[in-house]
């Protein structure tokens, strides 16, 4: 089946610190790359939505200098969250589609900040 | 707006019993329908999806799920569960592939196996 591999899985940073999260479709074209967020015990809510070759579209209450995205390949998508901050911890998903595909989920990047 | 709701935060149910595990949607047009499982600190693992034609859908690990229209529910069943069962269970309601909207994902509903 599709395979979506997310990079890293775990990170620990300090405060202040900018961290970027990969996201890679290896076997199939994503033309569309979705990136959530999932706080403890609770669902995943859409951060935004990432197009190929385009720029990022934003949820309501998302901060786009904050949260930067990037989608420069069928098969890349990365998320930046600059200078981060305790509230900044989550676990962090994506997932990756085309017209052929349903949403194929990465395993997640749990990011701690200090 | 879309919306999903999964009415139960926790089921817990013995080992070898049988399960269904509710949802219910609010979707603007023709929904699709998917159930995904989610293990402590991992991703999300697709179980099965409904798009249209038959409203009776088999998914991965035994499970299968019924769509109702008239009752805009998409109930997760599993006839003899097994303790790997034991995990986050999330339906959600989208666009089936290619859309430009992300999923609107329920709550989540805890599954506890007792042996």
């Known amino acids: 089946g599709a395979v979506v591999s997310q990079h890293p899985s775990w990170v620990i940073c300090k405060s202040g610190t900018s961290v970027k999260i990969e996201c890679r479709s290896l076997?199939?074209?994503?033309?569309?790359m979705f990136w959530y967020r999932q706080f403890p015990k609770q669902s995943l809510m859409l951060m935004a939505t990432?197009?190929?070759?385009?720029?990022?579209?934003?949820e309501q209450g998302v901060e786009k200098d904050k949260f930067l995205i990037n989608h420069a390949s069928l098969t890349l998508s990365t998320l930046t969250v600059t200078s981060a901050h305790p509230e900044d911890s989550s676990f962090y998903i994506c997932?990756?589609?085309?017209?052929?595909?349903?949403?194929?989920f990465g395993d997640g990047t749990r990011l701690s900040i200090l | 707006a879309q919306s999903v709701t999964q009415p139960d935060i926790h089921i817990t149910v013995s080992e070898g019993a049988s399960l269904e595990l509710r949802c219910n949607y609010s979707?603007?047009?023709?929904?699709?329908l998917f159930w995904y499982v989610q293990s402590p600190g991992q991703g999300l693992q697709l179980l099965l999806k409904?798009?249209?034609?038959?409203?009776l859908v088999q998914g991965i690990k035994g499970f299968e799920a019924e769509f109702k229209r008239s009752q805009s529910s998409f109930n997760l069943r599993k006839p003899s569960v097994h303790w790997s069962d034991a995990a986050e269970y999330f339906c959600?309601?989208?666009?089936?592939?290619?859309?430009?909207?992300?999923?609107?994902f329920g709550k989540g509903t805890h599954l506890i196996i007792q042996p």
């Open positions: 959600a309601v989208g666009p089936g592939g290619g859309g430009a909207d992300g999923l609107t």
């Open positions: 076997d199939f074209q994503a033309t569309t």
């Open positions: 990432s197009n190929e070759g385009s720029k990022a579209t934003y």
């Open positions: 979707y603007g047009a023709t929904p699709y």
């Open positions: 997932s990756a589609t085309n017209s052929n595909q349903p949403q194929h």
């Open positions: 409904y798009f249209s034609g038959d409203t």
